[in-house]
């Protein structure tokens, strides 16, 4: 569950938080050396100096289970209006000359208020944790460092395909300058989107790495069973689409905190000799191994998708094959989001469907593998306890998968990595396989061979391989003959 | 004696299952490890109805009959049935489904998906044997919770049935009432109608010779005041002539004229010849019948004589005793009256005498029209009566008339079967939270308005029932209550529950300006659900 904490600090005695910030000092001034009054939604305001380490202890102190009355381990936070928004400021924000910290103007520390809020935030949460929990805050304002204390928004937008649109091209200049937990509110925060334009969000917002829907609350409900049926189900998709990649997701997270690097990528990124992919704002990757192209049009019965790069592209569900270096038609309907997956990869799934993503900790992968003409592919995987920071005390598993020469094979590749997991491998599909093999085995660390039926359908050229059953965090081998 | 026949019923069905699944414990000791079979013959996941499909053997054929598998294959966590029949105790296939047996509560089909993620779904935890969770088998204390929540509901359905009865009662009773007093109302409204008609026709026959006496009169009157008039302004004609005629030989002449300066036409303050002769029809004198005809009506309006001219009352008519303003004491008597054609008539005559005398000398008395004569005044009166007779006959007429709307209005009320809501008519109901005090009248109007005092908002009228097809009376509707600012017009959804009493139970507003009224009331305990299965053990 995450609550709203907002900067502003109502100016009421019978609230403590302002009564300790009043008696410690810990307010803004403004430049009479007072402490800043400002409007905004409880009426007269002050707001703590978070630029001053000592009051980004107290703020954090106050996150403590004893302090943060009826707060639990799973309750997490997010801190709007911390530009800050003050109602009756400059450009609604704060006057540039109010003084914080070692006398620096407001106007000299503006961009980093909201960053220095949220990181407080997200420590006291650390702290608050007896089991070495990690912290989630959202935060609205940032700055460059922010990406490493939680996720960030695109704040208030409208529910209008305009809106949709825009969303990528912000998110892609975001994830390039570092802030790669980012996203924008589904269905547009003011106004009442339509079914066709809620549903069309949904599945944008799948594919974007903070996926969140918003509203206003004088607009009308928008949950997704209030929806025609179609839509509802559509929207359900999505969300289930999303699910299903988490170990992907997860992946790229880790090693973008490891590597640093954008996990939503303008195309270019990855191919930077394709003179094509400069101005398309329309595609983006997700990684290194899917393409997608959210339909962003009221009505659209077709997408043009253009394929970079000297590969082939593989729809993920259909598996039609779409040679790179051209732009394809692209029928869809409803609910069809154009998503690619790049000859020469692997990605690992969850396609059980669970009711929350920590329910499914424990359940088996599937590796869904598109050959390069080449007839090779590789990608990896990182599995850790999913809530904990003991992955920094090397608790995770960092795995290849590698096909080549018919063969399939998962090898560790961090042997710094100790952590042990149940989780299995439930399903190997192969897309782009051209022939038929007689006969697949796999072989685990025991040598021991075992005989796997598979099922390979022509038209597509996939071949699907039944239940290893082998641990996902163990090397072994799949052969095909 | 029916439902105690069904419970003994039950108890030896019960005992039966007991027994057999006692016996096969022995069995299961020696299948620990399996995972296939949780009981008695079928795998994990499977409810009894569908143990045949599960018979162990050789093969398992899916039972949309998409595919044959080798039996090893159900229950391997490996999902091969397009409609999930092979999987249906694990979380494999996406569209199956579990079947927890919850001995003590009522058994349930949950979806594969919550088999194995660590939560609790199944009161006797079946859905969780990984290991990674335990769950206590809380099957007994839901089973007992659900049984008394049945009773208490049972209870309450049975207490809300009486009063429904009652309801139903007073609703045909005043329905039938209502249509009784209908008829004798048809009858009446026919009978007033043809009375009234008799009486404007009594009406319009007393009205002719009314009308015909009066005006008479009134033209009499007319002709007498014209001949007054006329001999009124001879006389000023007469005397203006003598006056003018200073030499006094029964001419006027222009010079004569020119002796009044009011005579001036160009304002000049001179009277020139041009301009007498002007007035004088271009002659240079004239006689008294050329001034009477010709000159007079030019200089009317401008002859000033050089002392006022008394009036002399002429003959025969009767005189306010004193100059007064001319209309004033008359409007005031009149207005004293009670206004009838008489009056208006006086009236007419008033205002009638003012635009006469506009052009003559100021303070004229009022002349008064003499009072109609014996014959007249009977006509009159009589006319009076018929009219007072019509007026009564209509205002009988037009009563019944309403009366008959309004019990025709209430007859096509849909007051729900049996007009079992009848008692809720015309009452209303509060419910106060937070900020609001809310206010329901059903088939009227909804409303708020705040706890601290201040005006009432309109939250919508009556509209219609608003439940589902098979039930439209679970819910009404009132709408087009007040507009919200940039949004829709209040209304009311109002959900009815079986309760004892008739009173709103809780109030929310879910979508801005729309709001939710949940309301208790005998009328609808009648029950809609089907009987509670006591289980699914329909083996026998």
């Known amino acids: 569950m995450v609550t709203i904490i907002d900067p502003h600090i109502k100016r009421d005695d019978n609230y403590k938080i302002h009564k300790e910030a009043t008696s410690n000092g810990y307010y803004v001034k403004n430049k009479d050396g007072q402490d800043y009054d400002g409007w905004c939604w409880p009426g007269s305001s002050g707001w703590l100096d978070f630029t001053n380490p000592e009051i980004r202890k107290y703020w954090a102190s106050k996150f ?145 790495p903070f996926l969140r829907a918003h509203a206003h609350l004088d607009t009308r409900r928008r949950e997704p069973w209030l929806q025609p049926e179609e839509n509802m189900k559509a929207i359900r998709e999505a969300i289930r689409a999303r699910y299903s990649l988490l170990p992907y997701w997860y992946t790229l997270f880790y090693v973008g905190e490891i590597r640093g690097g ?134 995770y598993i960092y795995r290849k998968f590698t096909f080549e020469n018919k063969k399939l094979k998962n090898r560790n590749i961090d042997y710094k990595g100790t952590y042990k997991t149940t989780s299995w491998l439930e399903q190997v599909v192969i897309v782009g396989l051209q022939n038929k093999p007689t006969h697949v085995e796999v072989t685990g660390s025991s040598s021991e061979r075992k005989s796997l039926d598979h099922s390979y359908i022509p038209e597509t050229k996939v ?3 039944r239940r290893p059953g082998v641990n996902i965090g163990e090397d072994w081998t799949i052969s095909l003959q | 004696m029916a439902a105690m026949k069904r419970h003994v019923l039950y108890i030896v069905r019960l005992k039966r299952y007991l027994s057999s699944y006692l016996g096969t414990i022995l069995i299961l000791v020696s299948l620990i490890g399996s995972s296939v079979r949780a009981e008695v013959g079928r795998p994990r996941g499977v409810a009894i109805s569908k143990s045949s499909f599960y018979k162990p053997g050789d093969t398992f054929t899916c039972l949309d009959n998409s595919a044959v598998l080798p039996y090893s294959q159900v229950n391997d966590d490996y999902c091969d049935c397009k409609d999930g029949t092979d999987e249906p105790g694990t ?74 009865k009652q309801y139903c009662e007073q609703g045909k009773t005043a329905k039938e009432e209502k249509r009784s007093r209908l008829e004798q109302l048809q009858y009446d409204k026919v009978q007033s109608e043809t009375i009234r008609n008799d009486m404007e026709a009594l009406k319009n026959q007393a009205e002719i010779p009314e009308k015909e006496a009066k005006d008479k009169h009134q033209q009499a009157w007319e002709a007498e005041k014209a001949s007054r008039q006329a001999n009124r302004e001879i006389d000023q004609i007469t005397s203006a002539f003598k006056e003018l005629d200073k030499n006094g030989d029964q001419f006027m002449s222009k010079e004569e004229l020119q002796l009044h300066p009011e005579m001036d036409i160009d304002n000049n303050t001179v009277v020139s010849d041009t301009e007498a002769k002007e007035h004088l029809e271009d002659n240079d004198q004239v006689d008294f019948d050329t001034f009477k005809d010709k000159v007079w009506p030019n200089i009317k309006d401008i002859y000033r004589s050089p002392e006022p001219v008394a009036e002399e009352p002429p003959e025969g008519s009767t005189v306010e005793p004193e100059e007064s303003p001319p209309v004033d004491p008359e409007m005031e008597a009149d207005n004293d009256k009670d206004l009838d054609e008489e009056d208006d008539d006086d009236e007419e005559d008033d205002r009638k005498d003012e635009r006469g005398e506009e052009g003559s000398p100021p303070a004229q008395e009022e002349e008064k029209m003499p009072d109609y004569d014996e014959e007249t005044k009977k006509l009159i009166e009589d006319a009076a009566l018929s009219r007072a007779n019509f007026d009564e006959a209509d205002k009988r007429f037009r009563d019944t008339e309403k009366e008959l709307n309004d019990i025709n209005s209430f ?59 098979n039930n439209k009376y679970e819910n009404m509707k009132f709408e087009k209550g007040l507009n919200c600012w940039n949004g829709p017009d209040r209304s009311v959804l109002v959900t009815l529950h079986c309760g004892t009493n008739n009173e709103i139970v809780s109030v929310a507003e879910p979508n801005r300006c729309e709001y939710t009224f949940n309301f208790n009331t005998p009328a609808v305990c009648i029950d809609t659900t089907p009987e509670e299965p006591h289980d699914e053990h329909d083996e026998l």
């Not at chain 2, 008519?425 to 329901?440: A, G, H, N, S």
């Open chain 2, 91 to 164: 979380s494999a296939c996406p569209n199956g489904f579990f079947h927890c047996t919850n001995a003590g509560h009522k058994p349930m089909y949950i979806p594969s998906s919550r088999v194995g993620d660590s939560i609790c779904d199944c009161c006797d935890g079946t859905d969780e044997y990984s290991g990674e969770v335990i769950c206590d088998n809380t099957c007994k204390e839901l089973g007992r919770a659900a049984k008394e929540e049945r009773e208490r509901k049972k209870q309450l359905l049975g207490e809300g049935y009486e009063i429904r």
């Open chain 1, 64 to 208: 403590a289970l004893d302090e943060y009355e009826g707060s639990t381990e799973s309750l997490f936070t997010w801190n709007d209006m911390n530009e800050p928004s003050v109602f009756n400021g400059p450009e609604v924000t704060m006057h540039k000359d109010a003084k914080h910290f070692l006398d620096w103007e407001h106007r000299d520390v503006h961009n980093v208020y909201g960053l220095y809020q949220q990181m407080s935030t997200a420590q006291g949460q650390i702290q608050r944790s007896t089991k070495n929990e990690r912290p989630f805050v959202l935060s609205r304002a940032f700055f460059s460092g922010s990406q490493r204390w939680g996720a960030v928004w695109t704040g208030d937008n409208t529910g209008e395909w305009a809106h949709l649109k825009i969303s990528m091209p912000m998110l892609l200049s975001l994830n390039l300058v570092g802030i790669t937990f980012s996203g924008a509110d589904v269905g547009g925060f003011f106004k009442n989107p339509d079914a066709e334009l809620l549903t069309r969000w949904y599945q944008a917002g799948a594919y974007q």
């Open chain 2, 411 to 469: 007859l096509n009320m849909d007051l729900g079967p049996d007009e079992v809501f009848y008692p809720l008519k015309d009452q209303c109901y509060e419910f106060t939270d937070r900020e609001y005090i809310y206010k329901l009248c059903p088939f009227d109007q909804a409303s708020q308005r705040p706890k601290s005092g201040g005006t009432e908002t309109n939250l919508g009228r009556w509209g219609h029932w608003a439940g589902p097809e």
């Open chain 1, 262 to 395: 954008p996990i939503m990528k303008p195309l270019w990124v990855d191919f930077p000799a394709d003179k094509a992919t400069f101005t398309d704002e329309d595609s983006y990757m997700i990684g290194s191994a899917l393409l997608v192209h959210p339909v962003t049009d009221a009505g659209s019965s077709g997408v043009n998708v253009y394929f970079p790069g000297k590969t082939v592209w593989y729809d993920v569900d259909t598996y039609t094959v779409y040679p790179g270096g051209m732009t394809h038609y692209i029928p869809v309907t409803l609910n069809k989001i154009p998503v690619f997956q790049k000859g020469g990869t692997i990605i690992p799934r969850k396609n059980r469907i669970r009711r929350a993503s920590n329910l499914g900790r424990f359940d088996p992968y599937t590796l869904v593998i598109c050959l390069d003409p080449q007839g090779s592919a590789e990608g990896d995987l990182y599995i850790d306890d999913y809530h904990t920071f003991r992955y920094r005390q090397g608790e």
């Open chain 1, 463 to 465: 071949l699907v391989i």
